[in-house]
């Protein structure tokens, strides 16, 4: 690494301690009530504080989210896959998917409650609704960039439909697949707590709703600075994963032969 | 299954009783499309390839090449006609056909190595060994074809480390690594100047004199149509069909020298002729 890395790097910390800073300065300087805009020092002490009761909201919101996520990631791989490869589904699911995710999630979040009462299941519905649509649209993209004559000599030396997915199409989408599960984690989040929000007597979603109604505004921000740290924690382990199965399609010179 | 040899490699025609008929186009035509929208893309066109044989196709742009190509491979059926490779009809199944294309098309998250074995990962008998001799067997096929191309110790190497004429005698290699019967190459050389394309001449001249593989070869370089093949189709412009079929004798191995000889520079002469002919009738025919 080397010192203009770390200097950059340096900066950008820097920079965003230096948001809070404002943020508190603002708040002081305007005597702000905490009611309105509680103060990050308010937030960072109510999280603390009150982190032993919090701890069981964001286990349950990480499973719901991850598991969600993992089924999301499940249904748009076998969806994207199947579109990319068949005209005829492209041309039926397309205009499906896109009405679909068209459609607020807040409206169906009370039809999965209908369906299977409220608690941990329509959570992960919501978040698995919500989160499979980026990854369908770039493993179709990424299965229709493969290169014709690639595919003629391949197919002139008789291999199969499937032969193509499996040693071109598929390893060719990875770079986007890798870029909609980034988008993907933190849309699962945003599932995952709207449906907790609305329907759930457990997770972080639930806390805000609570604490909102009880006028605990930094409990709610506390509970926002924990949703977003583990936003950015996931976002975090994508990339680094990205980073090492994909390194070939940003030319680093660290690739890694899979 | 090892490939019928070329009984000599001196340009001279092989009788055509000794030598196993390798392709066959009976009055083969393609028309891409239906009613209104249908292009004709080759006419009515009869071709006959011995074993062994290296054929160049030549012609004006869009004239029906690479549709003969296609044809041969299996990727197009002729809309009427019969074509015959090895033998049998061509039904698009497991000719295991070598192809090159002008863009070599390495997949960058592999090795050089491992993108010149795919074809082993496809076709058998080499398919259902392939888990067990990748690490062997068939690495050291493709680092002795690679040796070939003067590319050794390249194989550990991604394709973005490799410049454009180094990638495309890695398709050259891709293309031969199964030991195919026949190999069909679309203007493999198109993308190169002048002198990468002349060394890949020489290079190509000695795979086919060791791996004796039928080639078909479509190029719109006529230099490199007298250097490589043995026998030069001229074609004429859309829809395509064979307006000359000529021998080319020059002993071989052939140099790159030996193309401002006289008798070459003639036989180039011939076929400019040809395909001017061919040009003008069409525009004439378009005004």
Redesign the interface.
Known sequence: MSAIYIRQKAWSAGLIVLFFVAWELFCLATGMSDLVLPRPSQVFVTLYQRFPVLWPHIVQTLATTMFGFVLGVALGVALGATIGVSKTAYDTCYPLLIGFSSIPKVAVVPIFVLWFGSGTVPAVLTALSICFFPIVVNIATGLATT?P??E????????SKF?ILW??GL??T?PFFFASLKVAISYAFVGAVLSETVASNRGLGNVMMTASSNFNVPLVFASLFVLAALGVALYVVFSLIEGRV?G??T?KND?I?? | MRMQPNAQFDGQPVSEEAAATAIELSEASVTFGRGDRAVPALSKTSLKIADGEFVALVGPSGCGKSTILRLVSGLVQPTSGVVIVGGREVAARALRVGMAFQNPTMLPWMTIERNIMLPLKIVEPFRSNFRKLRKTAFRDKANALLEQVGLKGFGSHFPWQLSGGMLQRANLCRALIHEPRMLLLDEPFGALDQFTREELWTILQNLWMTHKPTVLLVTHDLREAGFLASRICVMSARPGRILDDSRVEFARPRTVAMTFEPEFVALNQKLRAFIEDARGAAQQRAG
Do not use: I
Not at chain 1, 152 to 159: E, I, R
């Open positions: 290169e004559e690639l003629d000599v391949l197919k002139a030396l008789g291999a032969d040693n071109v390893p060719r990875m994909t070939w399609a030319r690739v032969a899979t």
